[in-house]
């Protein structure tokens, strides 16, 4: 490098010229490479290469001017930043192409500046001490004041800068990963010289010091794959049998849209405690973000079914009060069964001694709002009659339900399937928390026997919640719906006759 400047100080009009034209055409190449996206990275590099020649133009002009006292500071100005230039421009052809390439993902921040910082101290203090006879690194190691202040005041963020360091060579997190560190629980924000962000499930933003990460356990719930295996626990009577409890709630696992179907999801009898048997729910999820709100819905699904199977979940014995054993739903507004199912309608016809008959073979049910009661597709056997609540009417699977329509205490569902034995028309779902009294096909078909004057107005309604589901479907083109309700009306008819050996 010396070489060519002492040749151009020897003839420093023509290396003016050559100086400036240089600059220029460098930053004419600037502008060229500016236009693509990979270019854009040399801007830096260019921009320092053209201030380097041009404060070589400005020393030489000095010198010409015989103003010799300030030119070695343009001298230094132009090595130094023709130095740094350089320096950049290779760092982001090592950083940016040669290891982004190999490592497949981008190269951190914190490593390319570090590198950077290192990189250009050097050049600067090899530019000060050729140029101005500078001594920078000397000043330094031999000042021990300066450098037990500069010590003191870095070690933190030395600490954090080294701890960030490692942190971004270990990856034991990238950005967007959930992870927990101590207390603290998030996604990765960011990783910074110093910090790193998490932003918590209630949109806090905790500012971690690096240090603290890399001496803390840190969980990852993204790796090595966003599945998670959640255990949630609880206790169940001794009466009730291990394997129906299981039963149920494998029941209530296997409906959940969240969790997985592989890994399989269990429930383990886990203990035998002083007054129930304890059980251990273990499933799998991919949005961990949404973990408090799949574990509430299963544990109060759970409530549900364990409760329409008779599955008591016992306070501890110890305790000294009077436990009432019926739900609190229920037992708050308790109606009378017979008062809700004199008031359907459709079972107008039937005698006080038909009803009392019916009212001993009915059960009742209870559903939590949400909870599906019949499901589109599955065989049914059973009658619904709402005692309390409100229920949604939906057609199609998971993604594409529309609402057919709602149901209201005394309404009635579930006499499609049982009437003709098809699989369920519609899917059933809780809008509220609901009870139902349950009327299975025994005892639909004494009340049919009791009293055949029932079958009429039953698929009248029938045949129009059909229609209903038709005209939702869209498949109305050829045939008008009175006519298709007649039609419906007449086959329905004839084919409950058939199915119930009428
Ligand atoms: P089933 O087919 O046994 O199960 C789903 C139930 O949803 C169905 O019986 C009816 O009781 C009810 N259902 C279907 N379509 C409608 C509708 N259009 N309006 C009200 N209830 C309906």
New binding site residues.
Partial sequence: MMTWWHELRQHPVLGDIILVALALLTLGLRQLAHRSRMGRRFDPAFTLVAIGLLSGAVATGLRLAELTAAAPYFDAACFGALAIGVVQAALTLFIDFYLSQRGGAAVSLIFRDVASVIAYFLVIVVVLRSTLDINLASLITTSAVLTVIVGLALQDVLGNLFSGLVLELEQPFSPGDWVRVGTFEGTVEQTGWRTTRLRTRVNELVTLPNAMLSKEAVVNYSRPDPLYGDTLRFDAAYEAPPNLVKEVVMGVLETDPDVEATPRADVRLECYRESSIGYAIRYWIEDFRALETIRSRILTNTWYALRRANVRMPFPARDVFVYSSAPTMVSAREVDPVATLRAVSLLAPLSDAALAQLVRQVHRHTFGKGEVV?R?GEP?DSFYVIEQGSAE?MLGHDGGMRA??Q?NAGD???????LAG?P?????RAASDLSVLVVDRAAFKEIISADPAILEPLSKI?TG??V??QEHRRSLESLGSEALAAQHAHNLRDRIRIFFGL
Wanted: no cysteine; proline share 0%; aromatic share 8%.
């Fill in positions: 019949v589109e049914g009417v057919l329509g149901l009635f569902f579930g006499e499609m399937s049982l098809d369920r028309s519609a899917t059933v029938a919640r059909q209903a589901q």
